[in-house]
């Protein structure tokens, strides 16, 4: 089992988790963000790869918990698609927070290989208080879309 300090496989940069994904069949990246986060913010957009992303809320709004149904919902998510529990899975948030307490919460059901984007979708805010300008996947200019 693959597992850093922090109970998960470690921490990764946005364009690290697409290199891995563009280069490793069984990849999977997890987008763990709200549904009006995918919605008005935008998602990874991997058809240039031939994949696409995993929606599950780790956490709804205005919720004050994790989503009860999370480990279970990405479990059968991957068993559908023939994975199992040593397939790397990449946690996405908005700024590697709530991705970070994904991947530990996936470790601890026995996945070996989960991964937290650190930077995140957006990343962190900047001198203008603005996220998406720094880091994340959107400022690393990685694929992405809007609805």
Wanted: charged share 20%; hydrophobic share 35%.
């Amino acid at each position: 089992m693959v597992r850093s300090e922090g109970g998960y496989a470690g921490n990764v940069t946005s364009q690290e988790a697409f290199d891995k994904l563009s280069n490793q069949q069984d990849a999977t990246l997890v987008d763990v963000r709200t549904q009006a986060e995918w919605a008005f913010v935008g998602i990874p957009d991997l058809r240039p790869i031939g994949k696409e992303p995993v929606l599950v809320e780790w956490q709804g709004f205005p919720s004050s918990g994790p989503n009860p149904e999370f480990a279970g919902t990405i479990s059968d998510h991957l068993i559908k698609k023939g994975l199992d529990q040593s397939a790397p899975i990449y946690f996405l948030c908005r700024s590697g927070v709530r991705s970070q307490a994904a991947a530990v919460a996936l470790t601890q059901v026995g996945h070996t290989h989960c991964f937290n984007i650190s930077d995140g979708f957006e990343g962190p805010l900047d001198a203008d208080s603005h996220r998406g300008t720094q880091s994340g996947w959107k400022a690393a200019g990685l694929p992405w879309i809007q609805s």
